[in-house]
C-alpha cells in the first residue's frame, strides 16, 4: 500500500519468471482509502490479492483475480455492506490448486462476528457467512485451507471468564467408505455381523447399514438377524452436512433347520395333546407316528407353533378304554426354501377323562304308615 498524497492506494508489481518487476499497477480504485493487502500465489502462476478499503466510517473487504501471465481483475466487494469489516483483521489462505479462503472480523447483529468467503479454483468468492459466536470486540481470526479444499479459521475470543480460542471448519467433500464387510452368507435366525469404515476431514459423520430386507441400523458396526432365506443387498452409507457415500455387496442366507420341542398342553375332555414346537425361521412343521393321526402346520416366521397330536388305531382304543395311551409321535421341520426336514422323536401320554357313571335310583314301594 502506498499514499498518494489523498489516499492510500493498493499497489501490484509483477516479474515474469527470468525478467524485471514491471512498473506498478493500482489495484484498488482512486478516490478510496485502501490498505491492509495480502497476496498469495498458486502453482499454475494464478494471483490472488485481497486488502481492505475505507468508505467513510465502514471498512469493506476487496479481493483481485490474477490469471496467469494476464492482468488483475477489478475489484470485488467480498463483505457486504450491511456487515462492515474491522480494518486489518482480513486474512488469505490459498492451496496450490487455487482454492482460496478468505476471513476478516465483521459487525454482525449489532456485535462483531467472524465472516469467511470461499474460493473454488477458477471460480469466484462466495457470499461470506458468519461462522463464529458474537463477542464484544474484534476477533482476528486465521485461516488455512489443505489441497483437497477443506478449510479452518481459528480465533480468540473471550467467554465472559476467560480468553479461548475457537475453530470453525469448511468440510467441501462428503464422506469417504472403506473396508467394508458384508459376509457372503448367512443362516436364518443366526446373527450376521457388518461392518465399514467411514472417513472425512471434519467429525460428524452419520453410519448407517440397510440390510435389505426392511430392516437397518445406525453404526459402522453392526449385526442383524434373518427373518427368512434369499439374497439381500446391503447397503453402508455414510453422509454429512456436505453429502452422502455409499457402498453394497450381497448376502446369501440359508434356511435354518434347528428347532425345538416346547411345552404340550393335554385336553382331557378330548383325549389329546396340543404340542408347541420353536421353529427358527418360516416353514412347515409336521407331527406323525404309527399311532397318531399326521398334521401339519406353517408358519410365515420364527416363532411357536402349536400342533395338534390327536390318537389312533390302537391308541384310540386303550384312550378309550383305559382312559390313557402313550404313543411316539415324530416331529418333523421344513423350513422355506430347504431341501429336506429336520426330524426328532418324542413320547408323548395322552390322558382322556373318563365319564361319571350315573347312579340308578331304586324303586321303592311306598307303605302307609302303620296306625294303632
Given at each position: 500500500e502506498r499514499f498518494d498524497g489523498t489516499d492510500f492506494v493498493v499497489q501490484a508489481s509483477q516479474r515474469p519468471a527470468g525478467g524485471e518487476f514491471a512498473a506498478p499497477d493500482d489495484l484498488s480504485a482512486l478516490g478510496e482509502s485502501s490498505g491492509f493487502p495480502r497476496v498469495a500465489m498458486t502453482s499454475a502462476g494464478e494471483a490472488i490479492a485481497l486488502w481492505m478499503r475505507v468508505e467513510g466510517e465502514d471498512t469493506f473487504v476487496q479481493a483481485s483475480i490474477r490469471?496467469?501471465?494476464?492482468?488483475?481483475?477489478?475489484?470485488?466487494?467480498?463483505?457486504?455492506?450491511?456487515?462492515?469489516?474491522?480494518?486489518?483483521?482480513?486474512?488469505?489462505?490459498?492451496?496450490?490448486?487455487?482454492?482460496?479462503?478468505?476471513?476478516?472480523s465483521a459487525r454482525g447483529s449489532g456485535e462483531q462476528v467472524v465472516a469467511a468467503s470461499i474460493r473454488p479454483a477458477g471460480g469466484g468468492f462466495s457470499s461470506p457467512i458468519e461462522i463464529s459466536p458474537t463477542a464484544t470486540v474484534p476477533l482476528r481470526p486465521f485461516g488455512a485451507i489443505g489441497k483437497t479444499g477443506d478449510a479452518v479459521a481459528v480465533w480468540?475470543?473471550?467467554?465472559?471468564?476467560?480468553?479461548?480460542?475457537?475453530?470453525?471448519?469448511?468440510?467441501?467433500?462428503?464422506?469417504?467408505?472403506?473396508?467394508l464387510s458384508i459376509p457372503a452368507t448367512g443362516t436364518v435366525g443366526e446373527p450376521v455381523s457388518f461392518s465399514v469404515t467411514p472417513f472425512d476431514v471434519w467429525p460428524g459423520v452419520a453410519t448407517s447399514f440397510s440390510f435389505g430386507d426392511g430392516a437397518g441400523a445406525p453404526g459402522a458396526a453392526v449385526s442383524h438377524t434373518y427373518g427368512a432365506p434369499g439374497s439381500y443387498r446391503v447397503t453402508a452409507t455414510a453422509s454429512d452436512a456436505v453429502g452422502s457415500a455409499s457402498e453394497s455387496g450381497v448376502i446369501s442366507i440359508s434356511p435354518s433347520y434347528e428347532f425345538r420341542i416346547g411345552k404340550h398342553k393335554r385336553n382331557r375332555k378330548r383325549g389329546t395333546v396340543l404340542l408347541t414346537v420353536h421353529i427358527s425361521g418360516p416353514g412347515r412343521v409336521t407331527v406323525a407316528g404309527r399311532l397318531v393321526k399326521r398334521r401339519q402346520r406353517r408358519r410365515a416366521s420364527?416363532?411357536?407353533?402349536?400342533?395338534?397330536?390327536?390318537?389312533?388305531?390302537?391308541?384310540?382304543?386303550?384312550?378309550?378304554?383305559?382312559?390313557?395311551?402313550?404313543?411316539?409321535?415324530?416331529?418333523?421341520?421344513?423350513?422355506?426354501?430347504?431341501?429336506?426336514?429336520?426330524?426328532?422323536?418324542?413320547?408323548?401320554?395322552?390322558?382322556?377323562k373318563k365319564p361319571r357313571k350315573k347312579r340308578r335310583a331304586k324303586n321303592r314301594r311306598a307303605t302307609k304308615p302303620r296306625t294303632r
Open positions: 490469471p496467469p501471465g494476464g492482468e488483475f481483475s477489478a475489484p470485488d466487494d467480498l463483505s457486504p455492506v450491511q456487515s462492515p469489516a474491522f480494518g486489518g483483521t482480513a486474512q488469505l489462505a490459498t492451496n496450490a490448486d487455487g482454492d482460496a479462503l478468505a476471513v476478516w480468540g475470543r473471550s467467554n465472559g471468564a476467560h480468553d479461548i480460542v475457537q475453530a470453525a471448519g469448511y468440510d467441501v467433500d462428503p464422506p469417504a467408505l472403506g473396508n420364527a416363532g411357536p407353533v402349536r400342533v395338534p397330536v390327536i390318537a389312533k388305531g390302537r391308541a384310540l382304543k386303550r384312550l378309550r378304554k383305559k382312559g390313557k395311551a402313550r404313543v411316539r409321535i415324530r416331529v418333523s421341520f421344513r423350513p422355506d426354501g430347504g431341501d429336506h426336514a429336520a426330524t426328532r422323536r418324542r413320547l408323548v401320554v395322552l390322558i382322556k
